[in-house]
């Protein structure tokens, strides 16, 4: 393991945090909770507006134009119902988090990656997901 790959994995895991303790706090009713649920949004919305500002640089070396609209559509709809639609937001942001992965996928946008990291994107993405999904449902 060279030493990007360990920092990929220890900040990929950490980045995890901002979206399990929240889901928790909030599932338990802590004091907390309502905090917890504003620091969660504004979290998976960080993290959806540097997935797809991520896709720029591979569309400039891959030369797709159509992978800028999708980043385009994906960051404008987040940033719609995050801010005219906020009840919405954890149940969007879950989606958003797994379509967002699926056409990177689909579209073989990241062609470069090693498995062991493409394994843990879907492992990082479906607890983040799962997570958004918790606080919509315990919200």
Known sequence: MNNSTGTIRLLGYAGLIPFIIPA???ASASEYAQ????FA???AFGITSFLCG???GAALDSGSSKILWFSNLYFLT??????FAPFWWPLAAAVMLIAILCTEIVS???PELTVAYRKMRVLLTLIAAASMLAIHLSA
């Open 24 to 26: 928790l706090l909030v």
């Open 35 to 38: 905090q917890a649920l504003s």
């Open 41 to 43: 949004g504004v979290y």
């Open 54 to 56: 991520s896709w720029w």
């Open 78 to 83: 987040a940033l719609v119902i995050f801010v």
């Open 108 to 110: 073989g946008l990241f």
